[in-house]
């Protein structure tokens, strides 16, 4: 029996749409092939110019790859607006207790009109090959089809075993299924671990503080924004928080120990202030002690319980200041006015603490819940 699973990068942004595998019966505006095999193949004429393919291409391989390029037929970039940023076609045969792989995976991107850069897709690019790396090790290497992916050494590893949830799942349609597939996980993980620097780049989110001092009052941020989100279920550990993960994945495409490594970055306490600002409105001064190797902070918020699209509050370099102001703020100017940005928070908060290490792995190293009232 043959499989073509459907592997969907999907947010609380983006609508759910059917899985329709696309074939273009139109002839594409241009092609690419790379010398490992992999053909880029555009039907966007924002991505008809050859150059672009080819360094489109070149950023694929600034992802952690191995021989399982070899087994990736292509990458299609389709102009039509789909209600998903991309799917991942496998191939792999199942046959008289065995599985084998085929060599015409594919991974289809969309929306591709709306994009001109390489770094507006480059997490959603590393994220579906994510799912071929892990597919091909998990079967090369384990033996084990995607229904058989609990019982890996992943799975151990990643101590799938404390979150029942976690498992294969048929509908990956559906949020809460695509956010435990254990698929999903696996590509996010690899994006986390493996991933271009891209892919894993950093926004530089403003508190309400440097807004006002800036005059910024519509703020914007996206689904895909690393240090905002850098796994889509934030339920579980991130990847580099588990210890071995790193190794495991290193080892199965190396046969070798990796020299450079996540580093264990200790845990603090958020402290938070509150003072008024307004009637009615306040703000919240929260502030930590610096982490030994830490080189850059981004502190999150979200309604407690709900973790699927957080609000980013500021992301800090390490030479700079660990203290975050978030809520309402105001500010006087030279001529007697005030700049205000107001925000009526009410509930409780969830806020959450990233930080990077000194090689660009990203941890998880405070929780704290704050009460708006």
């Given at each position: 029996?043959?499989?073509?699973?459907?592997?969907?990068?999907?947010?609380?942004?983006?609508?759910?749409?059917?899985?329709?595998?696309y074939?273009?019966?139109?002839?594409p505006v241009?092609?690419y092939k790379?010398q490992e095999g992999?053909?880029?193949?555009?039907y966007?004429?924002?991505?008809k110019?050859?150059?672009?393919?080819?360094?489109?291409?070149h950023?694929?391989?600034?992802n952690?790859?191995?021989?399982e390029?070899?087994?990736?037929e292509g990458i299609?970039?389709y102009?039509q607006?789909?209600?998903?940023?991309a799917?991942?076609y496998d191939?792999y045969y199942?046959?008289?207790?065995?599985?084998?792989?085929?060599k015409?995976?594919?991974?289809?991107?969309?929306?591709m009109?709306?994009?001109?850069q390489?770094?507006?897709i480059?997490?959603?690019l590393?994220?579906?090959?994510?799912?071929?790396f892990?597919?091909?090790?998990l079967?090369?290497?384990e033996?084990?089809g995607?229904k058989q992916?609990?019982?890996?050494?992943?799975?151990?590893?990643?101590?799938?075993y404390?979150y029942?949830?976690v498992?294969s799942?048929d509908d990956?349609?559906?949020p809460?299924?695509h956010?435990?597939d254990?698929?999903?996980?696996?590509a996010e993980?690899y994006?986390q671990?493996?991933?271009?620097?891209l892919a894993?780049n950093?926004i530089?989110?403003?508190?309400?503080?440097?807004?006002?001092?800036?005059?910024?009052?519509?703020?914007s941020?996206?689904?895909?924004?690393?240090?905002l989100?850098?796994?889509?279920?934030?339920?579980?550990?991130?990847?580099?928080?588990?210890?071995?993960?790193?190794?495991y994945?290193y080892e199965?495409?190396?046969?070798?120990?990796?020299?450079?490594?996540?580093?264990?970055?200790s845990?603090?306490?958020?402290i938070?202030?509150?003072n008024?600002?307004?009637?009615?409105y306040?703000?919240h001064?929260?502030?930590?002690i610096p982490?030994?190797?830490a080189?850059?902070?981004?502190?999150?918020m979200?309604p407690?319980?709900?973790n699927?699209f957080?609000?980013p509050?500021?992301?800090?370099e390490?030479s700079?200041?660990?203290?975050?102001r978030?809520?309402?703020?105001?500010?006087s100017?030279?001529?007697?006015?005030?700049n205000?940005?107001?925000?009526?928070?009410?509930?409780?908060?969830?806020?959450?603490?990233?930080?990077?290490?000194q090689?660009?792995f990203?941890?998880r190293?405070?929780d704290?819940?704050?009460?708006?009232?």
């Amino acid at each position: 029996m043959r499989f073509f699973k459907i592997y969907v990068l999907i947010s609380s942004l983006i609508l759910i749409g059917l899985a329709v595998f696309y074939y273009s019966t139109d002839k594409p505006v241009s092609v690419y092939k790379g010398q490992e095999g992999t053909r880029i193949i555009s039907y966007s004429n924002n991505w008809k110019d050859v150059k672009k393919l080819e360094l489109l291409y070149h950023e694929l391989l600034n992802n952690f790859h191995g021989e399982e390029l070899k087994y990736l037929e292509g990458i299609y970039l389709y102009p039509q607006k789909e209600d998903v940023a991309a799917y991942y076609y496998d191939d792999y045969y199942e046959r008289d207790g065995g599985i084998s792989l085929g060599k015409k995976a594919r991974i289809e991107i969309y929306n591709m009109d709306e994009y001109n850069q390489i770094e507006e897709i480059a997490r959603v690019l590393a994220h579906e090959y994510g799912h071929h790396f892990t597919t091909y090790y998990l079967i090369e290497k384990e033996r084990k089809g995607q229904k058989q992916w609990t019982e890996t050494e992943y799975a151990k590893i990643r101590q799938f075993y404390m979150y029942p949830l976690v498992k294969s799942y048929d509908d990956k349609l559906d949020p809460l299924k695509h956010r435990w597939d254990i698929s999903e996980i696996a590509a996010e993980d690899y994006v986390q671990l493996f991933g271009s620097d891209l892919a894993r780049n950093s926004i530089d989110f403003k508190d309400v503080e440097e807004r006002l001092e800036d005059s910024i009052y519509q703020y914007s941020y996206t689904n895909v924004d690393f240090n905002l989100i850098p796994q889509e279920n934030l339920d579980i550990p991130l990847a580099a928080d588990v210890v071995g993960l790193f190794e495991y994945w290193y080892e199965k495409v190396t046969g070798t120990k990796p020299v450079i490594m996540p580093q264990t970055l200790s845990y603090t306490n958020l402290i938070i202030e509150e003072n008024d600002v307004l009637e009615g409105y306040k703000s919240h001064l929260v502030n930590w002690i610096p982490i030994n190797d830490a080189e850059e902070y981004t502190l999150i918020m979200y309604p407690k319980g709900d973790n699927s699209f957080p609000e980013p509050i500021k992301r800090i370099e390490k030479s700079d200041k660990t203290v975050a102001r978030l809520g309402s703020g105001i500010k006087s100017l030279d001529d007697g006015r005030v700049n205000a940005i107001k925000k009526d928070l009410k509930g409780t908060y969830s806020l959450t603490l990233f930080a990077r290490d000194q090689f660009g792995f990203i941890h998880r190293v405070a929780d704290e819940d704050i009460n708006f009232k």
